[in-house]
């Protein structure tokens, strides 16, 4: 598990395109999963910028990406735009919903698991199938 994303202003596309030829090849089959979908809290051009680096790589290269996940924990917040959140959905369907998981970094435990998961994860506008897929996501673990 790798959190990318910086504290540098200029983080995004170079910082993963750089991640991508030099610290990627490097993993070779083990599972490789980027928290918080390349960026941290919330959705802004930084994160954008790095998601679509790794949508154009994944198109240009998807084998490569067989065995990248992206956890999808605390990317958007309620402050979140709609129009931010349509972009993270346009990201997540060029890379493939196969390669994105739920996950929160947050305690959370039994019920509030379940409320966080029903009440914060809807929020995106994605196809209940899409979600669906998304929820029944699991990286495998390195043996």
Same mark, same amino acid.
């Given at each position: 598990?790798?959190?990318?994303?910086?504290?540098?202003? +200029?983080?995004?596309? !170079?910082?993963? /395109? @750089? %991640?991508?030829?030099?610290?990627?090849?490097?993993? $070779?089959?083990?599972?490789?999963?980027?928290?918080?979908?390349?960026?941290?809290?919330?959705?802004?051009?930084?994160?954008?910028?790095?998601?679509?680096?790794?949508? +154009?790589?994944?198109? !240009?290269?998807? /084998? @490569? %990406?067989?065995?990248?996940?992206?956890?999808?924990? $605390?990317?958007?917040?309620?402050?979140?735009?709609?129009?931010?959140?349509?972009?993270?959905?346009?990201?997540?369907?060029?890379?493939?919903?196969?390669?994105?998981?739920?996950?929160?970094?947050?305690?959370?435990?039994?019920?509030?698991?379940?409320?966080?998961?029903?009440?914060?994860?809807?929020?995106?506008?994605?196809?209940?199938?899409?979600?669906?897929?998304?929820?029944?996501?699991?990286?495998?673990?390195?043996?």
């Amino acid at each position: 598990m790798i959190h990318l994303r910086t504290q540098q202003m +200029d983080y995004g596309a !170079a910082d993963v /395109r @750089r %991640f991508i030829k030099e610290v990627l090849p490097s993993a $070779g089959d083990t599972p490789v999963q980027i928290a918080h979908a390349a960026g941290w809290s919330g959705i802004d051009p930084a994160t954008l910028s790095a998601l679509g680096a790794f949508a +154009d790589d994944v198109e !240009a290269k998807p /084998r @490569r %990406f067989r065995h990248v996940w992206f956890d999808l924990s $605390g990317v958007w917040t309620d402050k979140t735009s709609p129009s931010d959140k349509q972009a993270l959905v346009a990201l997540i369907r060029r890379i493939g919903v196969q390669h994105f998981l739920t996950g929160s970094d947050w305690p959370y435990n039994g019920d509030n698991l379940a409320d966080y998961y029903g009440r914060v994860y809807p929020e995106l506008p994605l196809t209940q199938r899409e979600w669906t897929a998304i929820r029944k996501n699991v990286a495998p673990y390195a043996r």
